[in-house]
């Protein structure tokens, strides 16, 4: 269990909807790649 302060919670939300907007997310990464990349040499 992790406990947070919801105040500090809603400040990092609100920091990273800024960076990355809802809906835009597929604009920063490409969840493909990301796995593919973290899958190599696994199998």
């Known amino acids: 269990?992790?406990?947070v302060r919801s105040g500090?919670?809603?400040r990092?939300?609100?920091a990273t909807d800024?960076?990355?907007p809802v809906g835009l997310e597929h604009l920063q990464l490409d969840?493909?790649?990301d796995l593919a990349e973290l899958m190599r040499?696994?199998?």
Do not use: A, N
């Open 8 to 10: 500090e919670l809603r």
């Open 1 to 3: 269990m992790i406990h």
């Open 12 to 14: 990092f939300l609100r």
């Open 18 to 20: 800024e960076l990355v």
């Open 41 to 43: 040499g696994t199998c």
């Open 31 to 33: 969840l493909d790649r």
